[in-house]
């Protein structure tokens, strides 16, 4: 299979985002605004914004919809990043979008001066999804809410997955601030279902909610999610609102904060099922969809001999989870962690919080990206923090003490690496 040509599009990657709407509408005016007539669940938050859309969207087969799905960043192929039940737009069909967009592109530069590479892929998939005559789209946030490109979208619903420290320097450095990012996703009298969210940020999203007059169900006053237990099949736990009572599902994703995501999801979906007049689903149906869900990076494990686990905990609220859940599900084993992250990120935060994991070593990588942190500060942080530095493909070629495991962790730019890496070892 030829592989898509990425080129012109890479000319666009920036390090840095250039926020605003104004090229994103101009854009896709020229392409007959794809996305006004595009029913589309808009999902923001700082952390599980993919495992939650992996549920909604099983969910939403279930009914024997078409649904689009628009995530990013990929970790297997770059055309990953657009599906409709679950297969990528093909690298045909990318392709020949690229050629299209390229060609108005380089007709109006004047007018889209500033285009980012997020921009015409986030333009590209509203195109495909509809051309493609979606039922719903599922559109993933990339940074922030207020004036990320996918902001641009005429949402039937929004969903708010957690708030947490992340790309501070561009979103703000406290929860409020973050929060009131996120918050401009919320559309006038448009529904709004939020996560475990910390209270004064959700007071923040509340008062937004409010002045928009968006209905809004929030985690544990609208929806609970209790009796949880971990398992090598997953997350189980109990389920309740208003709608539905469930005494006991599974995500097969690991870790504990996946079955808040479950719930959020469950909680969205039965939300889109009063809104368009459907029948809810059975128990028993939301645990055969659930079962189908594959999402990898997330707390998945490569290989078993030896133990490898990859997460793509990026930010310190994402990176305390993985600590949480190494530490509850594996604390008698001797862990062996290899971390490596991109620019944008709090890279000393989130080493000191792997610090805390029990039993552990710890190894700092770089990798080769233009997003990612230089070898030489990678280096320098591990002599400030008295920590191992290592290539990653030398760190994996290492022999272990049989029993212990490996975590790999970081980046999902990273992961993208590793992970195909690791497979092939495999076979």
Not at 230 to 248: D, H, I, K, N, V
Not at 313 to 335: F, G, I, Q, W
Request: proline share 4%; aromatic share 8%; hydrophobic share 40%.
């Amino acid at each position: 299979m030829k592989t898509i040509d990425l080129s012109w599009l890479i000319t666009f990657r920036t390090d840095q985002p250039n926020f605003g709407l104004e090229r994103m509408e101009k854009l896709l005016a020229l392409r007959n605004h794809p996305h006004k007539s595009l029913p589309v669940i808009h999902l923001a938050g700082t952390n599980g914004k993919g495992s939650t859309l992996a549920h909604l969207s099983q969910l939403l087969q279930a009914l024997g919809l078409k649904v689009g799905v628009f995530s990013s960043p990929y970790l297997i192929d770059y055309h990953d990043q657009i599906s409709i039940n679950g297969t990528s737009i093909s690298e045909a069909e990318l392709q020949e979008f690229l050629h299209s967009y390229k060609e108005v592109v380089l007709h109006h530069q004047k007018d889209l001066l500033g285009l980012t590479e997020f921009e015409i892929i986030t333009a590209i998939s509203f195109d495909y999804f509809s051309q493609k005559e979606v039922d719903i789209a599922i559109m993933e946030v990339g940074m922030g809410g207020t004036l990320d490109s996918t902001n641009v979208c005429q949402p039937i619903l929004t969903a708010i997955t957690t708030i947490g420290l992340d790309h501070v320097a561009l979103l703000g450095d406290n929860l409020e601030a973050i929060a009131e990012q996120k918050a401009g996703i919320i559309k006038e009298q448009i529904p709004l279902v939020t996560g475990k969210i910390a209270p004064a940020a959700l007071q923040v999203i509340i008062k937004r909610a409010n002045s928009l007059e968006a209905p809004i169900l929030s985690f544990e006053k609208d929806y609970q999610i209790k009796n949880l237990v971990s398992s090598e099949a997953g997350e189980s736990f109990s389920y309740q609102s208003s709608l539905r009572t469930c005494p006991q599902i599974t995500s097969p994703l690991l870790g504990q904060h996946q079955a808040e995501n479950a719930g959020l999801a469950l909680t969205i979906f039965d939300s889109y099922c009063q809104q368009e007049g459907r029948t809810l689903l059975s128990n028993e149906v939301i645990q055969q969809a659930f079962h189908k869900i594959r999402w990898p990076g997330r707390m998945e494990i490569v290989t078993y001999d030896p133990l490898i686990l990859i997460d793509g905990a990026h930010n310190p609220h994402a990176m305390e989870r993985l600590v949480d859940n190494l530490n509850s599900r594996y604390p008698n084993k001797t862990k062996h962690i290899l971390f490596s992250c991109i620019k944008t990120k709090e890279e000393t935060t989130m080493v000191r919080q792997l610090q805390n994991v029990h039993s552990a070593d710890i190894t700092l990588t770089s990798f080769e990206d233009s997003r990612a942190i230089s070898a030489q500060q990678m280096q320098k942080l591990a002599r400030t923090e008295n920590l191992h530095f290592c290539d990653w493909q030398s760190f994996l070629k290492k022999t272990f003490p049989k029993g212990d495991m490996l975590v790999i962790t970081g980046s999902l730019y990273f992961l993208a690496q590793v992970r195909p890496y690791l497979l092939k070892e495999k076979q």
